[in-house]
Each structure stands twice: as structure tokens, then as C-alpha cells.
């Protein structure tokens, strides 16, 4: 059991903040996956503290076609669904201090709210091409989540973007690829790199900005 | 080694409530920090009905990543995790208006003895009142290729970056408390670990130095890093022992720094006195040199740096500012 009895309750509370219905769109396999079956249990123990969350899960194998739809390239993943798909992603399971970025996605997905700042917002107008976020992260880390949620909140805030929490210690191999020694580590388009959590406003102009110099 | 996910749990984290700054209000209180010293001060100035804004990075402070604490009354033990959420409820139950996650950058004196402050997000609030519970952050070791090889093998939390070095060999390089706690962290995933120290003993509690010793730990007392050796991420350190001056290289993939703390002062340097070691200086009233502006928790000169201590500091530096408030009157 991962929600412990005297949390239930807190949960609870923070879930009721949805409006919208949210689908918690699971991808996992039987074999050769370290915490997919824990993430299931995870999910299922979620799921029934709302009304307004259901849970669908798909064969990473077998279902090739959700596979593509949703762009899902490891296991366990998470896509979190409100009345569109915002580009939040979850890959690897988001217990420790990264349950609260799971419950944020729920809430952000639910009302469509990012809670960004007016200014980040306006200033998120900008973007004009696609930008895919993966921020890598472990489970024991505090300063972990403020840069996971904040990577969501800007998917959120605007279609182009998509934004990834990658558990570094459950991929290897890719936390191996963009040289993840500490965390977190924000990896924007594959280029630009941000280690550490950074606050808001320096955030949002780092985005801005690699997108106004990568122009022609 | 996988992490035991069920002894991990689940973290939610201390929230607070989140009420919205407003920029053009002249606070009674602004409270900069949300440590223990920083949460302590803001329920009492919300039970005073001040009119009071909390700026702070996180709620917690260092009480976030501190894994067990057995001396903070009316809990035998307890996470730090849970302490900071336990505090957080209770300024939920007492809220005052939050900006987070943000810092202080620059605090003036204005006519009047009002204080302005500015944020490093671009915000700027007034109030007639300041307490600073800013608290303290990891020191650096000050060595060539400490900075170039941050996130490269060169970490400061051990706690959030351990997991990354799995079947590796790491040094962690101090001797006290969070030293120690390193090696701990280390020894569930890496494969050997060399604590170096500058001082010729361990400075850290027994119950922790008994911990240490394992066959996988190798203790380098009395000698002093000077240089983070690698091409592109850590390869090895470079090590002096202070006595003979012998120089030797350890192989490793990994450079936990854990030597101590320094104050987050910066904002307060040309306003404030501060000691030697840049922390604020505070009388046993937690008033600073100057009138109106209180300090309190681990960036004062207070002595003992104790979650007990900033808690009842906070607490009297918030009353401290209310007594100023009534007497200033206006």
C-alpha cells in the first residue's frame, strides 16, 4: 500500500480541487519492467480517491496504436489526460516526493489551469515551435518536484510543449545518454541543458530565449 | 540494489496555504525565509492577525532534507519530510500570504523605516517590519574543478544524487553530521566509498561514526582535496595529507560534498552587522542593528543551528515585530 491511511484523507482534499474529468493513461508490460507492476498499484490506489479519475491500461507491446498516439518510448508511463492530452508525461513511478507532482498533474489537467504567473503565461505566447521538456529526476530528492511541476505547468500552458519527469535510477541506459549525475537535470529539445531547480520567471525566459536563438 | 519503494512511501508536500501577494499592500510583517524559524514566526504573526507575507524558496528549509530527527520535542522520530509537513499544516490552519518559490535579492531601508524588498523573480513588496529567517546553504569547497564538474560526478546532496551512482566509487569529502549521513546514502548503491576529512578526526556523533565503519569505507582523515580531476565528468581527486604533505589520486566516479553550511546573507550585507562568518548578529531579542528588522534560525549568530532553536527563535522574532508594530504605532 502506498497511500498510507492518515494520507488518504489529504489526498482526498487535494483531488476534490478537480473540475474536469482526468484519465490516467498507463503503460506497462508484464515482464522486464522494474516498477511497472508497483506503478499499477500505485495508480489503482489513486484512482478511487475521485470520482472524477479513471484509469486505462495498455500493453506496452500489444498496443501499438495508443503507443504511437501518446509518443511513449519506455515503461511504466504515465500520460495524464484532461480534456485534451497537455503533454504531461510521467515515465518511471512517481512515489517518494514526486507524488505530488503526480497529484498536481491531476488538479492541472482537471481545471486546464497551469497557475503559472501572468507574466510567465503571456510571455509563453511566444513559442512557435514544438518543445519537448524531460526533466530527470530520483525519488528521494525535495528540490525534485518544484522542477517536475513546473515543466508541467508549462505544458499546460501551451499545446507546443510537452513536458517529461524521467525517474533517472529506473532508465539507466537513457539517464546514461544526457550524462544525468545529479538531480534534477532539465533537457530542453535535446539541447539545452538546466541542472538544478530554477524559480519561474528564469525558467520561462531560459525557454524563451533557446527558442528565439535557434531561429534561422 | 533497488530502493524499497514501500519504505519510501509516498511524500506530499507542506503546501501551506497559498494566498496571493499583493505588491501594492504595505505589509505589517514580511517574513523572508520558510525554514523552521521562517514557518514558526509566520503562524504566530497570522495568530496576531498581522498583515504579513512569507517570501521563501521552499517549506521546510534544511528540515527537508534532514532523513530522521530524534530531538525535536513531542516527537521520539520523525523525517524531516514529515516535520516540514506537519509544519506546513499548521500554517495552513494560520495562513498569511505566501510568494513561493522565490528569493530575496536585495532588502532596503526606506524614510520612514520602511523596508523594501525585491525578489529574484522581479517582485517587489514594502513592509514596516522584517523578520530574516534565511537560514543556511551547502558550503563549496572552493577547488579547481569543483564548479566545472557540477552535475558531472560533483554533487552536494547525497540524499537526491546517490541513486545516480549505483555499483560506482565515490568520496564524500567532510567529517561531520551530513558527512557521515553521505557515507550512509552511499553504501545502499555504490560500490566503495572514501570519506576524506581535513581535520585528523571525525567531527560527527558517535551513533553516526559507528555507522560509517564498514569494509567499504575507506577513511582519509587529515587530508585536504585540492583539485576535482577528469575530462568531461569526475575521474579522480587529488588529495594532500597536511602533515607530511604526501599527494595521492583516488580513482572515483563521484564527489559528494558535505563541509558545512554558510549563511543565505547576501541580501543583508551593508544593511545588517554581521560576524565574521557573515551570519546576522541578533541580541536575545532577536533584533538585528537595525530598528524594525528581526532575525532569527541558523543565518543569525545564534549558536546552537538546532530545529528547536530556529523554531523558538521565529517565535520570538515574530513577537518581537508585533511589540515593534504596536509602539511605532501607524
Known amino acids: 500500500m502506498f497511500i498510507k491511511d492518515e494520507l488518504v484523507g489529504q489526498v482526498k482534499a487535494e483531488l476534490d480541487k478537480m473540475t474536469n474529468p482526468v484519465k490516467l493513461v498507463f503503460f ?76 498536481e498533474a491531476c488538479l492541472m489537467a482537471s481545471t486546464g489551469e497551469s497557475g503559472l504567473q501572468p507574466e510567465s503565461k503571456n510571455a509563453l505566447k511566444q513559442l512557435n515551435k514544438p518543445l519537448q521538456i524531460k526533466v530527470f529526476i530520483t525519488l528521494t530528492c525535495p528540490y525534485c518536484p518544484q522542477a517536475v511541476q513546473l515543466a508541467h505547468q508549462v505544458a499546460v500552458e501551451n499545446e507546443l510543449v510537452t513536458s517529461e519527469m524521467i525517474e533517472a535510477a529506473e532508465f539507466p541506459p537513457v539517464a546514461a545518454k544526457y550524462g544525468v549525475m545529479a538531480v534534477p537535470k532539465t533537457v530542453i529539445n535535446e539541447t539545452l541543458i538546466i541542472e538544478g531547480a530554477l524559480p519561474e520567471k528564469e525558467f520561462i525566459e531560459r525557454i524563451i530565449s533557446s527558442q528565439t536563438s535557434n531561429q534561422p | 540494489m533497488p530502493l524499497n519503494l514501500k519504505d519510501l ?107 523594501r524588498v525585491k525578489t529574484k523573480n522581479k517582485k517587489e513588496f514594502t513592509a514596516k517590519s522584517v523578520v530574516i529567517a534565511s537560514g543556511k546553504r551547502y558550503r563549496s569547497l572552493g577547488v579547481p574543478g569543483e564548479r566545472e564538474f557540477l552535475g558531472k560526478g560533483v554533487a552536494y546532496c547525497a540524499t537526491c544524487d546517490a541513486p545516480l551512482f549505483a555499483g560506482k566509487d565515490v568520496a564524500v569529502i567532510g567529517g561531520g553530521n551530513s558527512a557521515l549521513t553521505a557515507v550512509n546514502d552511499l553504501l545502499k548503491v555504490a560500490n566503495q566509498v572514501k570519506l576524506v576529512n581535513i581535520m585528523p578526526n571525525l567531527q560527527g556523533d558517535a551513533v553516526l561514526v559507528e555507522k560509517a565503519r564498514d569494509p567499504r569505507v575507506e577513511l582519509f582523515l587529515g587530508w585536504e582535496t585540492v583539485a576535482i580531476k577528469g575530462l568531461d565528468k569526475v575521474e579522480a581527486i587529488q588529495i594532500i595529507n597536511r602533515k607530511n604533505k604526501e599527494s595521492r589520486e583516488l580513482k572515483v566516479q563521484g564527489v559528494f560534498i558535505e563541509i ?71
Open chain 2, 260 to 330: 558545512g553550511l554558510e549563511p543565505n546573507s547576501e541580501f543583508a550585507k551593508g544593511v545588517l552587522l554581521l560576524n565574521e562568518h557573515y551570519e546576522i548578529i541578533v541580541d536575545c531579542s532577536c533584533r538585528t542593528s537595525v530598528i524594525g528588522i528581526f532575525a532569527a534560525g541558523d543565518v543569525t549568530n545564534v549558536q546552537e543551528k538546532q530545529i528547536i532553536v530556529a523554531a523558538g527563535d521565529g517565535a520570538k522574532a515574530s513577537l518581537a515585530a508585533y511589540s515593534y508594530i504596536l509602539n511605532r504605532g501607524a
Open chain 1, 28 to 103: 506497462t508490460q508484464e515482464v522486464e519492467c522494474q516498477y511497472c507492476r508497483e506503478m499499477r498499484l500505485l495508480l489503482e490506489e489513486l484512482v478511487p480517491l475521485s470520482g472524477k479519475l479513471t484509469l486505462e491500461v495498455n500493453d506496452f507491446i500489444l498496443n501499438k496504436e495508443k503507443v504511437e498516439k501518446y509518443k511513449i518510448d519506455k515503461i511504466p508511463a504515465l500520460v495524464v489526460e484532461g480534456n485534451k492530452d497537455y503533454g504531461i508525461r510521467f515515465y518511471g513511478i512517481p512515489v517518494g516526493y514526486e507524488f505530488t507532482s503526480l497529484v
Open chain 2, 9 to 115: 512511501g509516498i511524500h506530499l508536500a507542506p503546501e501551506g496555504r497559498k494566498n496571493i501577494p499583493d505588491p501594492t499592500v504595505l505589509y505589517d510583517l514580511i517574513i523572508i525565509g520558510g525554514g523552521p524559524a521562517g514557518m514558526t514566526a509566520a503562524v504566530y504573526a497570522s495568530r496576531k492577525r498581522f498583515r504579513a507575507l512569507l517570501i521563501a524558496k521552499d517549506l521546510g528549509g534544511q528540515v527537508l532534507w534532514t532523513s530522521d530527527i530524534e530531538n525535536y520535542m513531542g516527537y521520539q522520530y520523525i523525517t524531516g519530510q514529515e516535520l516540514s509537513k506537519k509544519f506546513g499544516e499548521q500554517m495552513e490552519a494560520n495562513p498569511i500570504d505566501m510568494q513561493m518559490p522565490d528569493e530575496v535579492e536585495m532588502l532596503k531601508v526606506e524614510p520612514g523605516q520602511i523596508f
